[in-house]
């Protein structure tokens, strides 16, 4: 189903619209430079332009509308178009043209006639009389069609006054070709026997009579190999996300009428009731009206294991329904799913630029001129000091083709581009590049309690019967009266209990507790007090088990029956089971955790020594409001905060934070207002965050230190006449190959 669209403009701050343009023409950082400082040259216009991604993100204001921002891109010599936000394809959309056919062929007749013009440069028993000419005929092609591409973009960027990494190629082998068709004229390198050995470095003499098609042709195939790998790797990297977007599912069976009628998943609308057989994908987020089964969540969360639900229980779309028949009620369709907002996070992140990615635009913006010049000092260094035009020649081509900063424009967009779509598939949603920088400054971790540390509702921990009774018969008994009520307490106790009896003459006394008739039994269920106002005083032996629930921050309730009483039930919002494992984890990164709620002081404390938290890093009796308070206080005494929470109580302490972690399962404010978002509402993922997060701007650090180390190094060495033409292409081209492959390691993230 093919639908029209209008471009997806957003609200940005200050009353801005927001949009993204999809770019064509681009060819390596410097291009992503130039079309963003076009860009924000217009008034009021603030754009990015992301060269792996290539998109461009722009904040513009009313003044200003997306044709002008069209135009503008179109003026820089590139293309511009809005591009497609839709959560999944439609049907017919998934099938694209192989986007680098064209360049993989033209690379493939590039390299068949380029391998034989190199075989004879290199081995002089090839060399046959007039073999120069066959080298020519050969070559031609490769240095004109296959590097047409190169040619193109120098030349249109030359007319409008700019230089980038294609201008560099694209001179090198045009003076190489051109050169070689001088001295093969009019020189004497077409007379018939000339040979010349094959070297790694330039040689002294007279260029006249040499010629350097094989330079041009190698460097001209192995370039497009670079950009052909480099393509692929670019694919590869986006493909976390690509998947992402094509999970959900295509089709669905929604009831009209009493009857099941097959429809494109297009069609949903919010409140329609649809059916989903065991192995079908769930088509949209929903809350299940009919059946219990078990849902595969793996693809949102990370978790391999499956997540029971039943009536009333929320699902996420593109999640699988592995057992039971479900009728689901939409809640959410198309981009307000869950997934598409997820998707839409991890791809607003890959767009954006990390501070030390802006230091490598500015560079790149620069550079190209800067080596052209350089290579006429080079030229004219070697014919003043008496090296010859062939050493002079050779060496300001050297320096023209090695130093295209291929592999600094991709160092970190392509790790960013990874890194966030691994995190997708583990359940972490990066909001942008900054925060990668965040995590590696952060030193102190605020942990919010309730719901974040703990699980947030009430669980029984224990229960401890009187003298002669039976822990069964006491929690049975307190069970069926509590069946009748809402309160989380009687939650925690059912829950403990399954299965429970029938209740008579059920009555809820508010604020102390309840009484009915189960079993023939007069059941009161509550507070000490209650029972004592009911003659059913606790007996000394729990009267000491309720002090000493109350004494470590939990909950007692008094049972009894018949004239006496006969039991404590202990409930508590209990931490989570992994909550201690993911405190060590953080202890492990250099983190020092601290735990912050507005329950009571014993309360926290006992969490805080269960799931290893120091007793002097309990904040407890703190108001919603002076949660951002503490924050502040903790950032005052020169600490980098992280800070995790799931409420809406947190959001202003996680937007003050240095680091907000936002769990998936909180609030929608909660989340807006974070850096980072756990899809699964485990603390452990918290730290797989972190540490994703600074694996993932370690490998841009090394990207950038390979990109700016190869040139500096690289550079000198061309320039001393120590590098032919030829290897100068090899070692750019793999460059580049290398900072792509580096960051693919990213992949592997456990």
Known sequence: MNTTRTPERTAAPGGAEELELAISGMTCASCANRIERKLNKLDGVTATVNYATEKATVSFPGTVTPDQLVATVE??????VVPRRDPVPADGEHEIEDPDRALRQRLIVSAVLTVPVVAMAMIPALQFTNWQWLSLTLAAPVVVWGGWPFHRAAWTNLRHGSTTMDTLVSVGTLAAFGWSLYALFWGTAGHPGMTH????????????????LEAAAGVTTLILLGRYAEARAKRRAGAALRALLELGAKDVAVLRGGAEVRVPVEQLVVGDRFVVRPGEKIATDGVVLEGSSAVDESMLTGESVPV????????VGATVNASGRLVVRATRVGADTQLAQLARLVEDAQA???????LADRISGVFVPVVIVLALLTFAFWLVTGGGSALAFSAAISVLIIACPCALGLATP???????????????????????????TVDTVVLDKTGTVTSGRMQLTDVVPGSGESRTEVLALAAALESASEHPVARAVVAAAGETRPVEAFANLEGLGVEGTVDGHAVVLGRPRLLEERQLPLTPELAAATERARSEGRTAVAVGWDGSARGILIVADEPKSTSAAAI???R?????????TGDHDVVARRVAAEVGIDAEHVIADVLPAEKVEVVRRLQQEGRVVAMVGDGVNDAAALARADLGIAMGTGTD?????????????????????VRLSRRTLRTIKGNLFWAFGYNVAAIPLAAAGLLTPMIAGAAMAFSSVFVVGNSLRLRRFR
């Open 588 to 596: 492990e990164l250099g983190l020092t955790p601290y735990l912050l």
């Open 414 to 440: 392509t790790a960013l581009m990874v890194g966030t779509g691994r995190g997708a598939q583990l359940g972490i949603v990066i909001k942008g590049p900054e925060v990668l920088e965040s995590t590696r």
């Open 669 to 689: 404010v909660a989340i807006e207002a974070s850096d980072l978002t756990l899809v699964r509402d485990e603390l452990p993922v918290a730290v797989d965050a």
């Open 75 to 80: 003026a820089a010599g590139y293309g511009a």
């Open 584 to 586: 060590a984890g953080f």
């Open 352 to 358: 954006g630029k990390a501070p030390v990615q802006r």
């Open 308 to 315: 029971e639900v039943g009536v009333n229980s929320d699902v």
């Open 197 to 212: 050995p094959f070297t790694f470095a330039a040689e002294r003499g007279d260029a006249a009579g040499d010629i350097y």
